[in-house]
Antibody
Framework: QVQLQESGPGLVKPSQTLSLTCTVS??????????WSWIRQPPGKGLEWIGYIYYSGNTFYNPSLKSRVTISVDTSKNQFSLNLSSVTAADTAVYYC????????????WGQGTLVTVSS | QSALTQPASVSGSLGQSITISCTGT?????????VSWYQQHPGKAPKVMISEDSKRPAGVSNRFTGSKSGNTASLTISGLQAEDEADYYC??????????FGGGTKLTVL
């Protein structure tokens, strides 16, 4: 059974870059069957899709975040990562990584989520 | 790209049925058969309950049913149980390899 685990700093200063990593276990991130995605949820609010990446490195981003987001993949470590630049308090959220079956456009496996707070 | 529209809250009594709507546009819900629904309990990650408008993933109770008409998708939960109390989110493919969520609906079981 595939498992996903987010990791990274829980506190980031305003204007800096938020960086998170998702480690995938129980399956290879290099399989052509899946995309690998990031989703976030501000405290007490709804879910927001951030973007996803294919093992080949092709990326697709939420247009509202595209100018600040970079998602990358490291197949040798079975990990993918999120960088979000120029953060503000509005970027405070629980960040989830999740898997998308290729061509199905649903999130079938999720990490437990990690809270990132933007504050000085 | 605006969020899909869901009611903020719905409620129902034990054993009854409820329906949660998810309204989008002809650019997302109305054009693709890729609406999915997620259940989220407090402090937990979301769990997929419905995919591709109306498909139930393995292990999901048949009390959960998805449907769609035009630009509006719906999730019906029959035979409400206490453990169904949670937040529910719809999500749709929106073209150009993008995805969009609804604002979420809080289900209260009375």
């Amino acid at each position: 059974q595939v498992q996903l685990q987010e990791s990274g700093p829980g506190l980031v200063k305003p204007s800096q870059t938020l960086s998170l990593t998702c480690t995938v276990s129980g399956g290879s991130i290099s399989r052509a069957d899946y995309y690998w995605s990031w989703i976030r949820q501000p405290p007490g609010k709804g879910l927001e899709w951030i973007g996803y990446i294919y093992y080949s490195g092709n990326t697709f981003y939420n247009p509202s975040l595209k100018s600040r987001v970079t998602i990358s993949v490291d197949t040798s470590k079975n990990q993918f990562s999120l960088n979000l630049s120029s953060v503000t308090a509005a970027d405070t959220a629980v960040y989830y990584c999740a898997r998308i079956p290729f061509g199905d456009y649903l999130f079938d496996y999720w990490g437990q989520g990690t809270l990132v707070t933007v504050s000085s | 790209q605006s969020a899909l529209t869901q009611p903020a809250s719905v409620s129902g009594s034990l054993g009854q049925s409820i329906t949660i709507s998810c309204t989008g546009t002809s650019g997302d819900v109305g054009s693709y058969n890729f609406v999915s629904w997620y259940q989220q309990h407090p402090g937990k990650a979301p769990k997929v309950m419905i995919s591709e408008d109306s498909k139930r993933p393995a292990g999901v109770s048949n009390r959960f049913t998805g449907s769609k008409s035009g630009n509006t998708a719906s999730l019906t939960i029959s035979g409400l149980q206490a453990e169904d109390e949670a937040d529910y989110y719809c999500c749709s493919f929106a073209g150009s390899r993008t995805l969009i969520f609804g604002g979420g609906t809080k289900l209260t079981v009375l």
